[in-house]
């Protein structure tokens, strides 16, 4: 059974960074494309970053891009997303997700097979 569970979220400062991981059991990470979400109260569900399998190449959306970096580590079996230069309207719940197949670019969170629980990161002074 494949499980994703999140952690790392919190509350930072403006400016501040944020290291977010994602353990998966029941598969590889490298096996399917692992994609970061985030939700908003009463906004949609955006696509952040993913690691599309099996090359290894990483998206960005525009809004993080040069603020977030999206890894992978096989060995531990876990994506990582690092967060750096907060902004208030990165305050969001966090999810990780796992395509087995679809559009790995741009990101459709209907296309994702399975879900993490969430990690809420809050953004505020």
């Known amino acids: 059974q494949v499980q994703l569970v999140e952690s790392g979220g919190g509350l930072v400062q403006p400016g501040g960074s944020l290291r977010l991981s994602c353990a998966a059991s029941?598969?590889?990470?490298?096996?399917?494309?692992i994609g970061w979400f985030r939700q908003a109260p009463e906004k949609d569900r955006e696509g952040v970053s993913c690691i599309s399998s099996p090359d290894g190449n990483v998206y960005y959306a525009d809004s993080v891009k040069g603020r977030f970096t999206m890894s992978r580590d096989i060995a531990k079996n876990t994506v990582f997303l690092q967060m750096s230069s907060l902004k208030p309207e990165d305050t969001a719940v966090y999810y990780c997700?796992?395509?087995?197949?679809?559009?790995?670019?741009?990101?459709?969170?209907?296309?994702?097979?399975?879900w993490g629980q969430g990690t809420q990161v809050t953004v505020s002074s």
């Open positions: 997700a796992a395509l087995a197949v679809g559009s790995v670019w741009p990101m459709v969170a209907s296309d994702y097979d399975y």
């Open positions: 029941g598969y590889s990470v490298d096996y399917y494309t």
